[in-house]
């Protein structure tokens, strides 16, 4: 059964610290791993897309790693401000028929950034 | 703005009642998907749409249904509604399926 699991489930930190979120996968055959930010409320929003062969990738303050042997991604924010507190979904998507794919999301990660 | 809209963004309603919900996907985007969240849970995939066509099927009830239309608006219909459908329901749209972009959603509140 694919699954994504991230942790920590939720996460307070003061502004201007750097944390890293967790995402691990058993999700087959992998097609992509996408990290996507959500403010309550409101729908996601992308903030990175990596395939097998990419490594890591940047997104303003946001930079995503991939290891697809240990089927492990992280997400780490740099310098955080008071907007990066929302939840952070960790999203696998395996080839489905050579064509269309199937998502499978985490649950989040809750991030609370503070004074 | 993601290009992907959804009406309405509030619904309240009643047990037992049926509701549709509306999405235009963003311009020339052909697929479009529907998704449930609960209050917090991740999000659930409940269906797919391409062109018109259903092309995959999520943890969707027998008593949703959902449809895409020619100029490719897609509705969500959800009947006998039951305490436990009270969630936001969350529009995406994409081109080849690479990347989502997601409406604001509709929260609805079945009391």
């Known amino acids: 059964k694919n699954q994504v699991e991230q942790s920590p489930q939720s996460l307070i930190i003061l502004e201007g610290k750097n944390c890293t979120l967790q995402?691990?996968?058993?999700?087959?055959?992998?097609?992509?791993l996408r990290w996507y930010k959500q403010d309550t409320g409101r729908g996601p929003v992308s903030l990175t897309i990596?395939?097998?062969?990419?490594n890591t990738k940047s997104n303003g303050r946001y930079t995503a790693t991939l290891d697809a042997d240990t089927k492990q991604s992280s997400l780490h924010i740099t310098a955080s401000q008071l907007s990066d507190s929302a939840s952070y979904i960790c999203?696998?998507?395996?080839?489905?028929?050579?064509?269309?794919?199937?998502?499978?999301f985490g649950t989040g990660t809750r991030l609370q950034v503070t004074l | 703005d993601s290009g992907v809209t959804q009406t309405p963004k509030h619904l309240i309603t009643a047990t037992g009642q049926r509701v549709t919900l509306r999405c235009s996907p963003r311009?020339?985007?052909?697929?479009v998907y529907w998704y449930q969240q609960s209050l917090d849970q991740g999000l659930q995939f409940l269906i797919q749409y391409y062109n018109g066509e259903e092309r995959a099927k999520g943890n969707i009830l027998e008593r949703f249904s959902a449809q895409q239309f020619p100029d490719l608006h897609s509705e969500l219909n959800l009947s006998s509604l039951e305490l436990g459908d009270s969630a936001l329901y969350f529009c995406a749209s994409s081109a080849r399926g690479e990347k989502l972009f997601f409406g604001s959603g509709t929260q609805l509140s079945v009391l």
């Open positions: 999203v696998v998507s395996a080839k489905f028929f050579g064509t269309a794919s199937k998502l499978t």
């Open positions: 990596m395939t097998f062969s990419e």
């Open positions: 311009s020339g985007d052909l697929s």
């Open positions: 995402c691990n996968y058993t999700v087959s055959p992998f097609s992509n």
